[in-house]
């Protein structure tokens, strides 16, 4: 089945409002990855330290109450997020003072004495010293600069230089707009978001790949056309792939979404997010650095 | 090539069977099965995110490791140059690896002699005035820091055997740190007690001279003594209650000496205690103490803290004492347990600690499963929409994917994670990519204008290293989020590596085979595609 026929976009050509575009993107992701390391980002407690706790009651519990609950129990920072629709209430303190444990152990018991009749369990706890945050950040980094590096070097041997560093171009993009994103959106950042990353980075360089794999069949034929017709063709003749793969991934990720739970819908976001953007890149990113590369 | 039809269609069943082999153990019909199946088959672990338990990491604190011992130096070679008659005053360990020797003459070379002789893994750093310092060689700071953390992770690892958990992961990690996973674990407080304990077992003799109210209140001990407190709860009213012990400074016996510690019930009051049970030299020395100080009082103190201090009635032969305190029965199970496996070199802190509640591991494993099935069968219908027969053909190489995967993680006994069941996901989306990618070079081939047979072998052909280039970049992400991920991450990194995997052979010879074996029944005149 074929829902359009053969394309004829001139991809190329509409470069420049896709660098603006990126541009944004770009310098949006690199103000959060600035700014992340600084702590001036909703860090989640694995990367800042610190407390958090996810209770479960048997009868909904008012969010307003439940703050002053905590103020008056002299957690003045924490933050408080409620799941409507299973009664469930998720404190999170970043950066405590003093020993995590017992600060955990200290919220359970204001909920025990502050809402006697109506009993909880506890869901989960997560408690993370400071020193342990601040390493795992460093290892975030380490893992998204070693891929990066491994990606350029597997590029650039099965192609050429100049396309191994148009797919690391890409791919930092992907990154850094899913990144700032999130950013601007005052999600938390945690491990798991950084997995997301990582993972759309692959997919993203996927899609490149593909491209770039036309562009190298096409030029080896040697045509007449200039090479920013041969790209053009060359997008256009995956195109329908490209669209294809995207909307089977975007799919699953969307029954993600929908149906996966709390724990995981952050992570399913950034990557539903790095799909529409990875894709984006691979035509509009990619492709028009290594036009600029070769055309100099 | 058409040749080939009947040993790739064998290979495809058997790696279909295998998988199945492999992986119904681990799936809820489990009970149904023949045990000898049941039994011999490796099965997927659930990770703690879905089925709850605790992930620990803990850093031993290996500084503390090097003072204790550097303490423990300090005396030995006290009593090595009292006995040689070295003129000293006192041998004292200073800061973590510092031991000062004050002399009385004015030569040290008798000093220096004994200590080059006897304690090489010493240096002499400095001497000032009436004191000489010396300081532990470098190389043997790191052996005792290497030395505290495997034997911390020993110990561990026995009170954890002891505590009786299915399936503990007990492991090191870095330089200082054990992680400590206990799956399906209810009861976490007790856990973390147990693991926390240092377990160092002192007994003191009470100074039954001091002023005990003086030294708690103004906090002044006499020369040679410590103040330490017994700490209780009383179970009526929960308040707990400090009671200060004036003791001895000198240690008279500790835990090292220990051959075994159980609980056993107090038949007057019906309370459990702790009977531990000294080795012959323990034993030895513990009859010459009890002999020397009837009538005094004899501390028990578990790091730090007095747990009781009876009086001694008479000299108690046969290595036995009792450790009582108005235990609870699991209170005393654990005191026994920790006392067993012995005492920790060093303190451990917790410096993550990730509970997961059995209910929200349930609630995950459905929502899971859930997306999965949905996302499953979008991606389906999606296809056989798209592609027709071909799409049918993609289905089936998606179908056989998943459960080579599922085989595959249980023959690598892998956890499964609720990131990991993403990865699963992610791997159909993913999965359908390389058959998209042949699908379409078919249509251009058809396009063209070649026979369907020709336009499918040449499909195949070109899109052989697209598909190959894609799944290697995601490979190598996969490769690095293992390496540097822990738990649920790591469990993502697995099933989304293992699936890709798969993939290069599911959708290169699985689907092709289906082509060959249409056109090889017949001519077939179009491909529904």
Known sequence: MDIWGETRIDFVGKRNYAFLLSGMLAILGLIAAVLIPMGRANLGVDFAGGVSIQLKFEKPVAIDEARKLMESGGFKDSELQEFKADSKLLIRLKKPEGDVRKISEGIINVFTNGFPDNKFIIDSTEEVGPTIGKRLQKDALWAVSISLLGILTYVAWRFEFVFGVAAVIATFHDVLAVLGIFYVSGKEINLLIITALLTLAGYSLTDTVVVFDRIRENLRKRTKETLAQLINRSINEVLRRTIVTSTTVLLVLAALLAAGGEVIHDFSLALFIGVIVGTYSSIFVASPVVLLWKKK | ?529
């Open chain 2, 1 to 529: 090539m058409s040749k080939s039809i009947p040993i790739r269609l064998t290979l495809i069943s058997f790696f279909f069977v295998l998988a199945m082999v492999l992986f119904l153990p681990s799936t809820p019909i489990s009970k149904d099965l023949p045990s000898f199946w049941r039994n011999n088959v490796p099965k997927i672990n659930l990770g703690l995110d879905l089925q709850g338990g605790m992930h620990l990491v803990l850093q031993v604190d290996t500084e503390k490791a090097v003072a204790n011992h550097t303490q423990r130096l300090a005396s030995s070679i006290s009593s090595l140059l009292i006995e040689k008659k070295a003129a000293i005053t006192s041998v004292k360990a200073s800061g973590v690896s510092d031991i000062s020797i004050a002399y009385t003459g004015t030569d040290t070379k008798d000093i220096e002699k004994l200590m080059d002789s006897n304690y090489q893994i010493f240096k002499k750093t400095r001497g000032a005035g009436s004191e000489i310092i010396y300081t532990l060689i470098d190389g043997e700071i790191e052996r005792i820091k290497e030395w505290s953390v495997s034997q911390a992770l020993e110990t561990i690892r026995n009170r954890i055997d002891k505590f009786g958990v299915a399936e503990p992961h007990i492991q090191r990690q870095g330089i200082n740190e054990i992680i400590v996973q206990l799956p399906g674990l209810k009861d976490t407080e007790r856990a973390i007690a147990l693991i926390g304990k240092t377990a160092v077992l002192e007994f003191k003799l009470v100074d039954e001279t001091g002023d005990v109210k003086k030294a708690a209140e103004e906090n002044i001990t006499p020369e040679g003594d410590e103040l330490l407190y017994q700490r209780g709860t009383d179970k009526e009213t929960g308040i707990v209650k400090q009671t200060p012990y004036l003791l001895k400074k000198q240690t008279l016996i500790t835990g090292d000496s220990l051959t075994d510690a159980r609980v056993a019930i107090d038949s007057q009051f019906n309370e459990p205690y702790v009977s531990i049970t000294f080795d012959s030299e323990g034993a030895r020395q513990f009859e010459k103490i009890t002999a020397e100080s009837v009538g005094k009082r004899l501390a028990i103190i578990l790091d730090g803290n007095v747990y009781s201090a009876p009086n001694i009635q008479e000299r108690i032969g046969g290595g036995r004492a009792m450790i009582t305190g108005r235990f609870t029965h699991e209170e005393a199970s654990d005191l026994a347990i920790v006392l067993r496996a012995g005492a920790l070199p060093a303190p451990v802190n917790i410096i993550q600690n990730v509970t997961v509640g059995p209910s929200l591991g349930q609630d995950s494993i459905e929502a899971g499963v859930k997306a999965c099935i949905i996302g499953g069968i979008l991606v389906l219908l999606f296809m056989m929409f798209y592609y027709k027969f071909a799409g049918v053909i993609a289905d089936f190489a998606v179908v056989l994917n998943i459960s080579m995967l599922l085989g595959a993680m249980a023959w690598f006994n892998a956890t499964l994670t609720l990131p990991g069941i993403a990865g699963i996901i992610l791997t159909i989306g993913m999965g359908v990519d390389s058959n998209v990618l042949i699908f379409e070079r078919i249509k251009e081939e058809l396009r063209l204008g070649k026979t369907p047979r020709s336009a499918v072998d040449a499909g195949y052909d070109r899109a052989w290293w697209t598909v190959i280039d894609s799944h290697v970049t995601t490979l190598i992400t996969a490769a690095v989020l293992f390496q540097f991920g822990s738990g649920p991450i790591k469990g993502f990194a697995v099933s989304l590596s293992l699936g890709i995997l798969i993939n290069l052979f599911t959708a290169l010879v699985g689907t092709k085979v289906i082509f060959d074996m249409m056109h090889q029944r017949r001519r077939v005149e179009r491909v529904s595609i």
